[in-house]
């Protein structure tokens, strides 16, 4: 199981985890400070399975439309790589957003750069 998490502090993250119920060993995240965007803590079990944090989805589509020329594709969700076990079935870029599809994600994020994406966040100030 793979979540993103941005929070402010390393304590907080453990804290969220335990709220949630999962163990830290089973969850990738990584801690920044927001004003520095310094990471102050991360933990990848496999960089490859992680997936795109929900927050990050649509920049992540911004990033892949600009360089595509906002021609997306249509995607099988089987639930494979995604947190819905019965999967999405067929999804655009709507449904994907909508339903926060990781499959559908995944795939974009395969075809886009972290300062692609770090590029589409900084033009709406973040």
């Known amino acids: 199981m793979a979540?993103?998490?941005?929070?402010?502090?390393?304590?907080?993250?453990?804290?969220?985890l335990e709220r949630i119920g999962l163990p830290v060993s089973t969850v990738d995240y990584i801690v920044s400070e927001f004003?520095?965007?310094?990471?102050?803590?991360?933990?990848?079990?496999?960089?490859?399975?992680a997936s795109p944090g929900s927050l990050l989805k649509?920049?992540?589509?911004?990033a892949y439309g600009r360089k595509q020329g906002l021609i997306?594709?249509?995607?099988?969700c089987s639930g494979e790589t995604?947190?819905?076990p019965t999967g999405h079935g067929r999804v655009g870029l709507e449904?994907?957003?909508s339903n926060s599809c990781n499959?559908?994600?995944r795939l974009l994020s395969q075809n886009v750069s972290v300062e692609e994406v770090g590029f589409e966040s900084s033009r709406l100030g973040l």
């Open 3 to 16: 979540f993103l998490l941005f929070l402010l502090s390393a304590v907080w993250a453990d804290a969220a």
């Open 95 to 97: 449904r994907a957003l």
């Open 82 to 84: 995604c947190w819905l």
């Open 103 to 105: 499959t559908y994600f």
């Open 35 to 49: 004003s520095t965007n310094e990471v102050i803590a991360e933990s990848w079990s496999d960089p490859q399975s």
């Open 58 to 62: 649509p920049f992540v589509a911004l």
């Open 72 to 76: 997306f594709p249509v995607v099988e």
